[in-house]
């Protein structure tokens, strides 16, 4: 199980939306100020829309508001009505005019509240979602962008869950949150001042439960918060051991560990439950106390008024009034404490968001960069020293030369710096010493667009993407006709193959192209390569696991692809770079030997030693 699954659980973009986001852990971000006004910026744009959401929220809510003490006009009348009747009055009895009077401003309030909470949700929509919109594409742009040092050092799961997880915490926090903050900051304003209007002193009752409720929720939510801690971290673990399960259920079943597998799964799974269920209880009682104290504060209110009511000095309706007042006197205030939790976890996956977004990005072409048009090939490295790490060299003052159309072999144990040189000749990481040309131009004036146009790689590991075989192979050059196409699976002697396919050249690939063979995705790959009809072409050969008829297959397609070209083979198999112009034996980061094969063999060096190894264990 990976650390960074268990450390951020299932989701990896942070926590806080629980049922109301009471009592659940929350991420917290590092600059929660600075990130805050950065996601502002980003809505920045749309800050007319804004205004409009702000002004619906405004009326919405306001109306809302006014419909308790226009219900208590209704409820005095009758009740004034009824009493006349009863102390019989003459001409007393129910004013049934001002009632309909009264019902129809309320069926209008009604309405005209539905109409402003339709358009603030309609337009915070729009808005929430164009500004994910800017941010993804922001992202994808950013991604393009990065150097290879950032993907070598960053795992891909991690920079996944900001492009989804974080992107959509943001996006529901945005949805929901903003206008929740507005109405419930409208909300508490304009239900106290009309709670004022009615009494201050049995406002002054009902904000008295106030301290009693947020003493209850903060107890609870101290004793709930390790428990969800808890949770997070065991949850994280069940699901890198479902995981690892399920990518290795060929491993468990081959050595009989079907059992022990379910008893681990078993031990985490009752962990979880335990933890949840303790988690879920405790934050559970939060609501039911609050509603307690409520209904407490209820009954005094209700005691109170009529007592009020006798005296004199309110009417029955505004009693109702204030009632229902009361009870949205206390909504909107948890409403703002269950925001501020999200608003933690929103704030801490934009800042994730940000952090990609600020991460160094490949240096600029330089303002003078040129493109060659006609590249014929040649290379040539002179002094050229490199490492990853300043104090850690890989590469120590290389030269070489290499001609057009020359095949050049690159040897060595792992480590040797073979894949870094690759990496240097297509600008994946610039050189700090030393110097790289092609075609006697160095390519640091060269733009890097240009220069990797101008190489083709086909490497260990196939690279197939979701889609048909003919958009996999076309991937090689864009506008490429289907005659193109099929000609390079012919060179790459894969034709055949696709064409018994119930699909043919449309059959569809799966994400990891699991539906075909080894053999099978490293023709397609370099079918792709022979249809991009690079200068240089960069093989990692990858026939170690396949079979000696695919093997043979993937070479004869290789020299295929190699004719004509300037070729960089880095050699596993020794015996399949017998004809190479230059053999290149590297160790350490240096080039200790260099020559044919013939003249590697009579210098009885490190390329002997290493061939008479291979050779010794191919006739054992």
Do not use: C
């Amino acid at each position: 199980m990976s650390k960074e699954t268990e450390k951020r659980g299932p989701k990896g973009g942070g926590g806080g939306f629980g049922p109301r986001g009471i009592g659940r852990p929350v991420d917290k971000a590092k600059d929660f100020k600075g990130t805050l006004k950065r996601l502002a910026r980003y809505m920045g744009q749309y800050r007319w829309s804004l205004v409009i959401v702000f002004m619906a929220t405004l009326l919405s809510t306001l109306f809302s508001i006014l419909s308790p003490k226009i219900l208590g006009q209704a409820t005095t009348v009758l009740f004034d009505g009824m009493l006349s009747k009863l102390e019989g009055l003459p001409n007393a009895g129910v004013d049934l005019a001002a009632i309909g009077r009264i019902l129809l401003v309320l069926s209008s309030v009604y309405v005209l509240s539905a109409i402003f909470s339709y358009i603030q949700q309609t337009v915070m929509v729009n808005v929430a979602q164009k500004t994910v919109y800017n941010m993804r594409k922001d992202i994808n742009q950013k991604l393009a962008r990065l150097p290879l040092k950032y993907y070598d050092t960053t795992s891909h799961g991690d920079t996944l869950s900001r492009f989804t997880n974080d992107v959509d915490v943001i996006s529901q926090s945005l949805q929901q949150s903003v206008i929740e903050m507005m109405s419930s900051l409208i909300s508490i304003i304009g239900v106290t001042i009309m709670m004022l209007t009615i009494s201050p002193i049995l406002t002054l009752l009902t904000a008295g439960m106030l301290p009693l409720s947020a003493g209850i929720s903060a107890f609870i939510a101290s004793r709930s918060q390790k428990f969800f801690v808890r949770q997070q971290n065991i949850l994280g673990q069940l699901n890198g051991h479902v995981e690892e399960t399920f990518t290795g259920h060929t491993i468990v079943k081959a050595y009989g560990l079907e059992h022990e597998a379910e008893e681990a799964f078993k031990e985490v799974n009752e962990e979880l439950y335990a933890n949840g269920w303790k988690a879920q209880f405790v934050s559970g009682t939060i609501m039911p106390l609050i509603r307690f104290v409520g209904n407490i504060g209820y009954v005094v209110i209700a005691v109170v008024g009529g007592v009020f009511v006798t005296q004199g000095t309110i009417t029955i309706g505004n009693v109702q009034a204030f009632m229902q007042y009361s009870r949205q006197f206390g909504m909107p205030i948890t409403q703002l404490a269950s925001i501020a939790n999200i608003l933690q976890s929103t704030v801490a996956a934009a800042e994730r968001v940000f952090e990609l977004l600020d991460e160094e990005e490949e240096a600029a072409d330089a303002p003078d960069a040129k493109a060659l048009h006609e590249p014929k090939g040649k290379i040539g490295l002179h002094g050229v020293s490199f490492g990853y790490d300043a104090d850690k060299p890989v590469l120590k003052d290389l030269n070489l030369d290499v001609h057009p159309d020359q095949l050049i072999a690159i040897v060595g144990p792992t480590g040797a710096g073979k894949t870094t040189l690759v990496n240097l000749l297509m600008r994946f990481y610039d050189v700090k010493q030393g110097t790289i040309t092609f075609d006697d131009h160095n390519i640091l004036d060269l733009t890097r667009s240009n220069l990797r146009t101008m190489f083709g790689m086909v490497l260990q590991d196939t690279w197939l993407f979701e889609g048909s075989i003919k958009e996999n192979i076309a991937y090689g050059r864009e506008g490429a006709s289907d005659e193109e196409i099929f000609e390079a699976a012919k060179a790459a002697h894969v034709d055949h193959f696709i064409r018994t396919l119930p699909q043919g050249y449309d059959t569809v690939l799966t994400e990891d192209a699991s539906s075909i063979s080894q053999g099978q995705r490293q023709l397609l790959t370099i079918a792709r390569a022979i249809l991009a009809d690079p200068v240089v072409l960069i093989l990692d050969e990858a026939t170690s696991s396949v079979d000696t008829r695919t093997e043979r297959l993937i070479q004869e397609a290789m020299a295929r692809l190699m004719e004509g070209r300037t070729s960089f083979v880095i050699a596993h198999r020794l015996s399949t770079i017998l004809d190479a112009d230059q053999i290149l034996v590297m160790n350490h980061g240096e080039i200790i030997e260099q020559g044919t094969h013939q003249e590697l063999l009579e210098q009885k060096g490190f390329y002997a030693e290493l061939y008479n190894s291979q050779f010794v264990a191919a006739l054992a």
